[in-house]
């Protein structure tokens, strides 16, 4: 029996015992919500080590928690954590979770919020973050998934998915697509919105600035078949692309504030930390940047160089504009300890009348990676 499993079945026991000696005039939430960790299990391995890495010492979000079995369970592996809901749309008004915490003497955070519409979460950056069978229930499941990406650095997703669109006659797993269900022609629940396709699911993590590390797609038991609206569902790990969030740290000056998408214009000089207790293992880093022709003109290049803990990395010169992959091979593992790299490009452009800043590249991803 893997940690995981082991785990869950430990805490499946205390919440069982909770809701015994719990007084209450609701009802509990009928559905098995640790279920849900037998997928993450094989999306991870199954080792709570690696899903503690993935936390890396922040805050863990259960976003859309019912009544908190997630949050209680990453709770017991040492998790500080926060859990949200809106209590308009869960099952028993979040009655449910609130009681299980004071049976448990629980200190997880509980945020009452409505998730279609601006709203605030209890810490700024989240090492990790939970969105399991949520996003059908959203009218606006970009707003959210664009939201998180640039306060959760990675995130678990599921949701339904569909072959079948009505009106088509042909599989459309292939479209980048999304079905919008009438009031209670799903399941007679009145809170389902939105089924994506396969193709569209993964065209919506792309454009919401999240990056897909495992991905798997299920049969939906009991759902499946021609016809099925919720016939599969997707579950995934996902690592943010917002440059916020990413698996490095904004170092110093020299990065201007995040535009919509995520992406920082730099200065001409700029820099990252990369902490060896949150990323053991990773010996390279990786910047996904453009470099835009305003700078290059004139037909000049521009050049970066960079020194890791005073040590020069290979340079790297740009003679066109357009979008470019940087990786360097770190002196020592960022494990071992941590990683300072100081960067500088031999051309930016002058603040001027239009724009103030010192602009030199635009950099659209940062990460500290293992190059196995």
């Known amino acids: 029996m893997t940690d ?3 785990s869950s079945d430990e805490i499946r026991v205390k919440l069982q015992a909770a809701r015994q000696r719990a007084p209450r005039d609701f009802d509990w939430y009928p559905h098995d919500t640790l279920a849900n960790i037998l997928t993450i299990e094989r999306l991870t391995g199954g080792d709570s080590r690696g899903l503690l890495d993935l936390a890396a010492g922040k805050p863990v979000l259960d976003i859309g928690c019912a009544d908190g079995e997630m949050a209680f369970w990453l709770e017991s592996l040492g998790c500080e954590v926060h859990a949200i809901d809106n209590p308009v749309t869960n099952f028993n008004s979040m009655l449910g979770v609130r009681a299980l915490r004071g049976e448990l003497h629980s200190k997880i955070q509980i945020l009452e919020a409505d998730l279609d519409s601006r709203f605030t979460l209890p ?8 969105a399991l069978g949520l ?3 959203l009218k606006n499941p970009f707003y959210l998934m664009e939201r998180l990406s640039k306060h959760a650095r990675h995130c678990f997703f599921s949701t339904a998915i569909t072959e079948y669109l009505p009106g088509l006659y042909e599989n459309a797993a292939a479209a980048p ?3 919008l269900a009438d009031v209670y022609e799903v399941n007679r629940d009145s809170t389902n919105y939105w089924f994506f396709t396969d193709a569209g699911f993964r065209r919506l993590l792309a454009r919401s600035n999240w990056e897909v590390c495992r991905y798997l797609l299920l049969t939906d038991e009991g759902k499946s078949g021609p016809g099925s609206i919720a016939g599969q569902r997707a579950f995934c790990l996902a690592r943010s692309k917002y440059v916020n969030a990413g698996s490095v740290i904004l170092y110093g000056g020299g990065w201007h504030r995040p535009e ?3 992406w920082r214009w730099t200065e001409r000089k700029f820099a990252i930390r990369i902490e060896s207790a949150r990323f053991t293992g990773a010996d390279e880093i990786r910047l996904e940047l453009y470099v835009p022709e305003i700078v290059l003109a004139g037909g ?4 970066l160089r960079a020194l890791a803990n005073g040590q020069p990395l290979a340079p790297e010169r740009f003679l066109s504009p357009g979008l470019y992959e ?3 091979k770190l002196p020592v593992p960022a494990g071992e300890s941590d990683v300072r790299i100081d960067f500088s490009l031999d051309r930016a452009l002058p603040p001027d009348a239009a724009d103030s800043r010192e602009r030199g590249i635009i950099v659209r991803a940062a990460e500290a990676c293992g190059s196995a």
Not at 300 to 303: A, L, P
């Open 135 to 137: 996003l059908y229930h």
């Open 123 to 130: 810490a700024p950056e989240y090492g990790l973050a939970f």
């Open 4 to 6: 995981l499993r082991r």
């Open 260 to 262: 919509e998408a995520g």
């Open 177 to 179: 697509a999304a079905y």
């Open 300 to 303: 000049k290049s521009v050049t």
């Open 326 to 328: 940087y990786r360097r």
